[in-house]
Every structure is written in C-alpha cells, then in structure tokens.
Nanobody, 123 residues
Framework: QVPLVESGGGLVQAGGSLRLSCAAS????????MGWFRQAPGKEREFVAA????????NYVPAVKGRFTISRDSDKNTVYLQMNSLKPEDTGTYYC????????????????WGKGTQVTVSS
C-alpha cells in the first residue's frame, strides 16, 4: 500500500499559478514512478504528467507541456505539480497515482491513488 494525499488545489484566475503536492506514506516511495491525472465534471480521468522514480525523466500531455512541471522530493516522499498560465480548461479534480513500474511514464499501470484536490480556474 502507498497511501497518497493531495493538497494545494483552489480557485485561481486564468493566467495564475498553483502548486499541487502529493505526500506518500511508507518507505518505498522511490520504488514508484508517480503521475498526475485530472478529471473534469462529466469527463473521464485523463493523464497529465508523470515522473520516473529518480526524477530524471518526465512526460506530459501536450495540453500542459510548457506550462506544468512535475517534480519529486525523495527526502519528503512528495511529488509536486507546478501549474502556471492556468486556463479554464485546466479545471478539474487532480489526482496523483503511484506506478509500480519505476520507469513508467505513461497513462496506465497506476496501482495507488489519492482522493484528489480540486482546481478551479475562472475566466
């Protein structure tokens, strides 16, 4: 088990920034690649970004590339999503997931999920 707790969501105007955090419990944080997903009302959950176990490799969905940055701090067992130049279409519940493939950077293979944090971007 890898309990995950997201935080940092909120209401922001278009063009603003937020930094999401995902804190993981347990001693095996470095065994997992980590990812961020989001789900807008009435839509399916979609992949946003992922980072390898070491933090050396990342992957982003084209819609957020250049605006979002995923990072991780192994000392704090935490993964972050820095979101800049936010748009109304970025609105949704953001979830982090743990992938037991430490090099997994795609949208599948996530075994553990947090409960999500809400991000609302007003126009």
């Amino acid at each position: 088990q890898v309990p995950l707790v997201e935080s940092g969501g909120g209401l922001v105007q278009a063009g603003g920034s937020l930094r999401l955090s995902c804190a993981a419990s347990g001693r095996n944080f470095n065994n997992y690649a980590m990812g961020w997903f989001r789900q807008a009302p009435g839509k399916e959950r979609e992949f946003v970004a992922a980072i390898s176990w070491s933090g050396g490799t990342t992957n982003y969905v084209p819609a957020v590339k250049g605006r979002f940055t995923i990072s991780r701090d192994s000392d704090k067992n935490t993964v972050y999503l820095q979101m800049n130049s936010l748009k109304p279409e970025d609105t949704g519940t953001y979830y982090c997931g743990a992938n037991d493939d430490p090099y997994g950077l795609g949208s599948r293979g996530y075994d553990y999920w947090g409960k999500g944090t809400q991000v609302t971007v007003s126009s």
